[in-house]
T-cell receptor, first 115, second 118 residues
Framework: DAGVTQSPTHLIKTRGQQVTLRCSPK?????VSWYQQALGQGPQFIFQ???????QRGNFPDRFSGHQFPNYSSELNVNALLLGDSALYLC??????????????FGSGTRLTVV | AQKITQTQPGMFVQEKEAVTLDCTYD???????LFWYKQPSSGEMIFLIY??????QNATEGRYSLNFQKARKSANLVISASQLGDSAMYFC???????????????FGQGTTLQVKP
């Protein structure tokens, strides 16, 4: 049973560029959440997608956008990259129908470096 | 505001000994869940243990147990019989119950780096 798959694993971009990160959720999961984890810090919630719509958003600027496809996979897009966007981006999948469970599964993340 | 605090940036423990990682939380919501995750250098967040706010007993999962003190708003992780493979970053996280626009996002602490010495 494949877990959460994220691609690419590493990425180097230049300031001002745009980047797209991808996530395939665990089989049976239909909700995808994205987190940003700066070096030495805890992950910060970016947004969550369910039924191809953004359901909740954290304190991130509009430069961060996302998409969810009919097969539940998701993309995270970041425009006009800043040096401060350098971080590990984690994707987590879950099933919303199971309340207060611990059904979050995380991927290994995409490490983005902005130079 | 909801918040998780982990006050130990780094911890050392001798192999085969027990270690406690501290976590305090802040929320006025009566219904929430508390999680501990392990993050090795590979980056993946590995689920360790879960405690619901209404659970009467402390959660246990193999060598992991959660010391839940609701009145003190603390949820410390206890790892018994430490192994070299336990060396990693450990995060405490909280999830509020769904409702009022909340869809179950996780709020993480800053993490504690645990090093197990042979």
């Amino acid at each position: 049973d494949a877990g959460v798959t994220q691609s690419p694993t590493h990425l180097i971009k230049t300031r001002g560029q745009q980047v797209t990160l991808r996530c395939s959720p665990k089989s049976g999961h239909d909700t995808v959440s994205w987190y940003q984890q700066a070096l030495g810090q805890g992950p910060q919630f970016i947004f969550q997608y369910y039924e191809e719509e953004e359901r909740q958003r954290g304190n991130f600027p509009d430069r961060f956008s996302g998409h969810q496809f009919p097969n539940y996979s998701s993309e995270l897009n970041v425009n006009a990259l800043l040096l401060g966007d350098s971080a590990l981006y984690l994707c987590a999948s879950s099933r919303p129908g199971v309340s207060m469970d611990y059904g979050y599964t995380f991927g290994s993340g995409t490490r983005l470096t902005v130079v | 505001a909801q918040k998780i605090t982990q006050t130990q940036p780094g911890m050392f423990v001798q192999e085969k000994e027990a270690v406690t990682l501290d976590c305090t939380y802040d929320t006025s919501d009566p219904s929430y869940g508390l999680f501990w995750y392990k993050q090795p250098s590979s980056g993946e967040m590995i689920f360790l243990i879960y405690q619901g706010s209404y659970d009467q007993q402390n959660a246990t999962e193999g060598r992991y147990s959660l010391n839940f003190q609701k009145a003190r708003k603390s949820a410390n992780l206890v790892i018994s019989a430490s192994q070299l493979g336990d060396s990693a970053m450990y995060f405490c996280a909280m999830r509020l119950n769904r409702g009022s626009g909340n869809t179950g996002k996780l709020i993480f602490g800053q993490g504690t780096t645990l090093q197990v010495k042979p």
